[in-house]
């Protein structure tokens, strides 16, 4: 009777022990995830279903200049077709640059009708030393949208191509017709020469 009375109690230790060991393993599992990776360099599932509120609307009364203090808006480019990229900017490389100088230097854009501008959330003073590395990134139109705050309203930071969620935009795109009303809109994670496609939606706007 006292050798299964011990045997059932050792068991129950054996249970909890365990038990708890799983318990401890599992949370100390969820710990490493949150505290060990950098979830600023994690892809995350964005929702591009937020791209979609915006088009039909008219575009975000944005105001937002280049390196020389230009200043570039929402109202003042009525009349023109639009085509706004939002990217990582100079962290990246050479993707975004890439993109950047394509869109700058594709003659289908190069036209009185047409702006193409790329955001960045750099500050200003930054951008000069990628010229440098990159010196056809000079004839880009580089919009600074530095406090994040253009970029935050249009959704840009939670989308699925962002490589630092919530804090940068990834490789996005924002297109306005001549009334200023966004009609397209669109996330490539893939962070590919995307041209072909905004040229051919910008064809279909008035």
């Known amino acids: ?56 609307k008219p575009m975000l009364d944005f105001s937002l200049r280049d390196r020389n203090g230009t200043e570039y808006s929402a109202i003042g480019l009525k009349g023109k077709k639009i085509a706004l990229f939002f990217s990582e900017g100079i962290m990246c490389y050479p993707a975004c640059w890439n993109q950047m100088v394509a869109l700058a230097t594709d003659p289908r854009f190069n036209n009185a ?51 630092h969620y919530g804090a940068f935009p990834g490789h996005s795109f924002i297109l306005i017709d001549k009334q200023g009303i966004v009609r397209d809109a669109f996330d490539d994670p893939t962070m590919g020469i995307d041209n072909d496609r905004v040229f051919a939606e910008l064809e279909k706007l008035n």
């Open 1 to 56: 009777m006292k050798k299964n009375k011990f045997t059932t109690i050792a068991l129950i230790v054996i249970i909890i022990f365990v038990l708890g060991g799983l318990f401890f393993l599992g949370r100390n599992g969820k710990g490493s995830q949150l505290s060990g990776s950098d979830p600023m360099h994690t892809p995350v599932a964005g929702d591009p279903g937020s791209l979609n509120n915006l088009i039909g």
């Open 113 to 163: 009708d047409t702006a193409v501008l790329s955001v960045v959330i750099d500050p200003p003073s930054d951008w000069q030393s990628a010229i440098q590395k990159m010196p056809e990134l000079g004839k880009a139109t580089v919009l600074f949208d530095s406090d994040k705050s253009v970029s935050q309203a249009l959704g840009m930071l939670t989308l699925p191509s962002s490589m």
